[in-house]
């Protein structure tokens, strides 16, 4: 048997050398997004690339909020007026924020039905990951012609909807897991105490589970927020997410490179924002206070 | 103080398993009685369902003549200590002991009060601002033990509260834990699969095995006067030998025979009677076999020698079955030594072909 050394073990310079190398392979798009953000319209798409901006500008970022002609001249799409992007946050951070909190939620009372009380068997749980094994395209179709007849398209509570139902089956498998990794007797010693079981899940449980379900909610926000496909195909201009956002730079005129990486930058910060908040929270390694025999 | 009966209780589980069949038992108001059984034998069934954290499937429990089969929880007055303690991961000692109380809405100085009173009696006061992953196992016991007796229940349920603890940690808590049965005066059922724990502690023990009461006795009968094949083979140290054998008469005599060995019981005679020519089991423990160079009722091989202090355990082997006796620790055979082994007949226990004890002297 190999002996297991308490040593820390020695990091070589090679294994430096490697570990740079992968880390710049990894950052070198956010990198060219970033840099194509701060470039006029000549270095876009330049040959030889500029690997740095040679003349720095915000004019890509301003084109985005204010439709001003000299400036959206200035990238190269004179005639046309773009539709400021504020309102496509604001679109997005309501569609995947409350679509995503709708699924974590519901799928969180899903998860305590299943794992706590029995609820389905495993039955249950194989169907609900069913609704994400056809690929999304499929239920698109029959979507738009429901949504027509009950006249949810274009509206925020039906791509709402949509975001929920499909990113509920992750938060139930999730959460679920979580849940069985906490001690049944917690609940069952509160609920000696006096507690009925949806307290016992609330307060017992949920306290212990919380981290992970903040980093599922992370998880599922990062998928509704870039979500593409539905909010293509269910809204037409009253609601617009960002993705769709993004698209109104592919212009007759050309791409335009500049803005999109623009937005793009922009589009990760909430993200961000929400993972730095949740941090906290997701330092795991309680040990739920339990032994095991 | 509490009197508490379980009327035909049965339990069976989604999918069918049978985890509790029929069973009754009456506990005397103030007792310390022990659920012993093997894993699988309904113990921890029977105290969930004394909780209330479940129901039966069939049966009635009472509590001082008051039906409280369907009660909640939390009205019955009834308290568990869970086997893996569940002290609550996210609470200091204290939050976690006053947890109950603060339920019940109780006042702050009454809380206050009621937590020191107990954290004294089990002595954990300087670990009360710990959180639960600061504190070493028995401390974390103390913790749940707290939690549970603060609330003063009438009915204190452990589920085999010394199971995760080292031997020598095992023992000491045994003793608190039957100190503090003088001073509570509570109604306490334990549940455990140590007969040692069983024994020690208990004024009456309820053997228990696939979900059916086998015996219920104080500690002395469970022992001496074991009512079936089951609890004789599974109470004792080393364990009690069962020996298949039939009954056959020969002229006024009657033997029993073990294919190894052929004993006379006609002196039996009365008891075996109904038996001629028929099944049954003989008992006889360890401690009343005689190994020796020569001389006794049957041969056996030496299969293994444990040296146990003052004794050794001989295991032998005769045929197809396995002898354990006890010698003195002097005594040192061979493996695979021939050896005679002896035992007298008024030692016997004998158990019909359903496991039913029907003779013991």
Same mark, same amino acid.
């Given at each position: 048997?190999?002996?297991?050394?308490?040593?820390?073990?020695?990091? #070589?310079?090679?294994?430096?050398?490697?570990?740079?190398?992968?880390?710049?392979?990894?950052?070198?798009?956010?990198?060219?997004?970033?840099?194509?953000? &701060?470039k006029p319209k000549a270095e876009w798409i330049a040959s030889p690339p500029y690997w740095f901006p040679n003349s720095p500008t915000l004019i890509d970022y301003y084109v985005l909020f204010f439709s001003d002609p000299s400036a959206t001249a200035q990238v190269g799409a004179a005639f046309i007026a773009f539709k400021p992007a504020t309102k496509s946050f604001l679109d997005s951070a309501i569609v995947a924020g409350l679509g995503t909190a709708l699924a974590v939620f519901a799928g969180m009372l899903a998860a305590f039905a299943v794992s706590r009380h029995g609820f389905g068997g495993n039955t249950f749980l194989v169907l609900v990951?069913?609704?994400?094994?056809?690929?999304?395209?499929?239920?698109?179709?029959?979507l738009i012609v429901f949504y027509s007849f009950i006249g949810f398209t274009d509206t925020y509570h039906g791509l709402l909807l949509v975001y929920a139902t &499909?990113?509920?089956?992750?938060?139930?498998?999730?959460?679920? #897991?979580?849940?069985?990794?906490?001690?049944?007797?917690?609940?069952?010693?509160?609920?000696?105490? #006096?507690?009925?079981?949806?307290?016992?899940?609330?307060?017992?449980?949920w306290p212990l589970i919380r981290g992970g379900v903040l980093a599922t909610a992370l998880f599922l926000l990062i998928l509704n927020w870039s979500e593409y496909l539905f909010a293509l195909m269910l809204t037409r201009g009253n609601v617009i997410t960002l993705p769709v956002q993004m698209t109104i730079y592919q212009t007759y005129a050309g791409v335009l490179y500049g803005p999109q990486a623009a937005l793009a930058i922009l589009a990760v910060i909430p993200l961000v924002i929400f993972g730095i908040v949740i941090r906290r929270f997701l330092a795991r390694g309680l040990t739920f206070g339990a032994v095991k025999g | 103080m509490t009197k508490i009966l379980l009327e035909d209780l049965t339990k069976i589980y989604e999918g069918g398993t049978v985890a509790l069949e029929d069973f009754n038992l009456e506990i005397e108001s103030g007792a310390f009685i022990s659920l012993l059984g093997p894993s699988g034998c309904g113990k921890t069934t029977t105290l969930k369902l004394i909780a209330g954290l479940l129901d039966p499937t069939k049966g009635?429990?009472?509590?001082?003549?008051?039906?409280?089969?369907?009660?909640?929880?939390?009205?019955?007055? *009834?308290?568990?200590?869970?086997?893996? @303690?569940? *002290?609550?991961?996210?609470?200091?000692?204290?939050?976690?002991?006053? @947890?109950?109380?603060?339920?019940?809405?109780?006042?702050?100085?009454?809380?206050?009060?009621?937590?020191?009173?107990?954290?004294?009696?089990?002595?954990?006061?300087?670990?009360?601002?710990?959180?639960p992953r600061e504190m070493n196992i028995s401390?974390?016991?103390?913790?749940?033990?707290?939690?549970?007796?603060?609330?003063?229940?009438?009915?204190?349920?452990?589920?085999?509260?010394?199971?995760?603890?080292?031997?020598?940690?095992? *023992?000491?808590?045994?003793?608190?834990l039957k100190k503090l049965q003088r001073i509570l005066k509570q109604t306490i059922i334990y549940v455990t699969?140590?007969? *040692?724990?069983?024994?020690?502690?208990?004024?009456?023990?309820?053997? %228990?095995?696939?979900?059916?009461?086998?015996?219920?006795?104080?500690?002395?009968?469970?022992?001496?006067?074991?009512?079936?094949?089951?609890?004789?083979?599974?109470?004792?140290?080393?364990? %009690?030998?069962?020996?298949?054998?039939?009954?056959i008469q020969k002229d006024e005599s009657l033997m029993m025979d073990a294919n190894t060995f052929k004993i006379d019981v006609t002196e039996l005679k009365d008891v075996l009677n109904d038996y001629v020519n028929k099944e049954v089991t003989i008992g006889i423990r360890p401690q009343d076999i005689t190994p020796s160079l020569k001389g006794g009722i049957f041969k056996a091989k030496v299969y293994s020698v444990e040296h146990i202090g003052m004794e050794n355990i001989i295991t032998a082997k005769a045929d197809d079955i396995m002898i354990k006796s006890i010698a003195q620790k002097d005594f040192i055979p061979n493996l695979d030594e021939e050896l005679w082994f002896k035992f007298e007949i008024n030692k016997l226990y004998i158990f019909d072909k359903e496991g039913e004890r029907i003779w013991r002297s």
């Open positions: 048997m190999k002996r297991v050394s308490l040593e820390k073990p020695k990091i #070589g310079i090679h294994l430096y050398v490697i570990l740079i190398l992968v880390l710049i392979i990894a950052i070198f798009p956010i990198y060219w997004l970033t840099i194509t953000s &701060f990951l069913m609704l994400r094994m056809a690929p999304p395209i499929v239920a698109v179709i029959p &499909f990113s509920m089956p992750y938060a139930v498998w999730i959460i679920k #897991g979580l849940i069985d990794e906490v001690p049944r007797e917690l609940e069952e010693s509160a609920r000696l105490d #006096g507690l009925t079981p949806l307290q016992a899940h609330f307060k017992v449980t | 009635r429990i009472l509590f001082d003549g008051e039906d409280v089969t369907y009660t909640l929880p939390q009205q019955r007055g *009834v308290g568990l200590v869970f086997q893996d @303690y569940a *002290v609550f991961p996210h609470m200091t000692g204290y939050e976690n002991i006053s @947890y109950g109380l603060k339920v019940r809405k109780l006042s702050k100085k009454e809380i206050r009060d009621r937590v020191i009173e107990v954290a004294n009696l089990l002595e954990i006061g300087d670990i009360l601002d710990k959180k401390e974390l016991q103390r913790v749940s033990l707290a939690r549970t007796l603060v609330i003063k229940p009438k009915v204190l349920l452990l589920d085999e509260p010394l199971s995760n603890l080292d031997a020598s940690l095992r *023992v000491r808590t045994r003793i608190e699969h140590d007969q *040692v724990e069983a024994l020690t502690l208990s004024d009456k023990v309820a053997v %228990m095995s696939m979900g059916k009461l086998q015996q219920y006795d104080t500690p002395k009968n469970i022992f001496l006067k074991p009512k079936n094949k089951f609890v004789a083979g599974f109470i004792g140290s080393p364990p %009690m030998n069962l020996i298949p054998c039939s009954v």
